[in-house]
């Protein structure tokens, strides 16, 4: 495995994260323990996963499912960089109580202890906020973030779905506070196929020192072969992919992808994951392995070496933005 810094930070992370969302939901707890033990023999040290990942009447779950694991022993917990999230309301029938959602000083004083007692941990390593809070002042943010850091609860914070302006604003604010080191990283939506983040949340993240973590590398299985399981196999592409592929001319660029790929014998989604590792201010994409098989392409990435000729050709069939501001302004 490969390592670099998280951002600024002196932290170190593996160039793959683990990511958990589908523990509890898709995979039971004895093969989500078998794939964390996968991920750790190979040297996958950044997990990360959510308050609010279990979903509907389970919420809370997969952070359950983690802190079992860790109770294990075997210096699991000491070896993992551990990120969660705040935000989400976790009520189980969806109607919040007031104050049991989003960023005001309460609810994130709150969240972490349930998160603490879940995963069974003193401290967390990374915590984010999983969406933006229009309500609440980061000057009220940040004065509940020093006070969880001079406990021990967290030691850095990091956001999630940020635009960047957001980004430019909450670390202003913290570096006018003093003595608070600000976010350190963002998670934000970046694939061959929607490369938006290009324009400003990469840059402002670039700007700052936060390492960037995308989620859904594979935009939601459309860049891991689709339309070549399609004729294989007869598997038929499901949710967001199928909803992608209803619209002809991205069909078209699919296809285009994965005939480039066949040509150079690699394959998709394994390609589409060592883009990302090749992009400026990228620490690592999230890998949501549901099976201790897709843990192992996930891994054959790290090593991939992707040609000049290869790099331009996505690039052809999947064009970025442009840089920001001449994308939109001339």
Request: with cysteine; proline share 5%.
């Amino acid at each position: 495995m490969k390592y670099t810094q998280l951002g600024r930070t002196g932290l170190k992370v593996s160039r793959l994260v683990l990511g958990t969302m589908n523990f509890g939901p898709q995979t039971d707890e004895a093969d989500s323990h078998a794939i964390m033990d996968a991920a750790l023999d190979a040297g996958i040290n950044y997990f990360d996963t959510a308050n609010v990942y279990g979903w509907g009447e389970n919420k809370g779950r997969t952070e359950e499912i983690i802190g079992n694991w860790f109770a294990k022993g075997g210096e699991r917990r000491d070896k993992v960089v551990l990120a969660t999230k705040v935000y989400g309301n976790m009520a189980a029938d969806g109607d919040a109580w007031p104050n049991h959602d989003k960023l005001s000083a309460l609810n994130i004083r709150r969240a972490v202890d349930a998160s603490l007692n879940r995963l069974r941990t003193d401290y967390i390593d990374v915590y984010q906020f999983h969406h933006i809070d229009r309500r609440t002042p980061f000057e009220e943010i940040w004065q509940a973030v020093d006070v969880l850091v001079q406990q021990g609860k967290i030691l850095y914070v990091g956001s999630s779905n940020f635009p960047g302006y957001k980004i430019a604003q909450a670390n202003e604010i913290a570096a006018r506070r003093g003595g608070t080191i600000g976010l350190v990283s963002e998670q934000c939506l970046y694939n061959l196929a929607e490369r938006r983040a290009e324009m400003e949340v990469i840059p402002a993240a670039q700007e700052y020192g936060l390492g960037v973590i995308p989620w859904s590398p594979l935009q939601g299985g459309l860049l891991g072969g689709v339309i070549k399981k399609e004729v294989e196999g007869g598997r038929r592409a499901s949710g967001r992919a199928a909803d992608s592929l209803a619209n002809t001319t991205l069909r078209a660029q699919v296809q285009s992808y994965e005939d480039l790929l066949d040509k150079h014998g690699i394959e998709p989604g394994e390609a589409a994951l060592a883009w990302l590792l090749t992009r400026p201010g990228v620490t690592g994409p999230i890998v949501g392995p549901r099976t201790a098989a897709q843990l192992d392409s996930a891994l054959r990435a790290v090593e991939l070496e992707l040609s000049d000729e290869l790099l331009t050709g996505l690039d052809e069939i999947f064009p970025g933005p442009g840089p920001s501001p001449e994308a939109f302004a001339w």
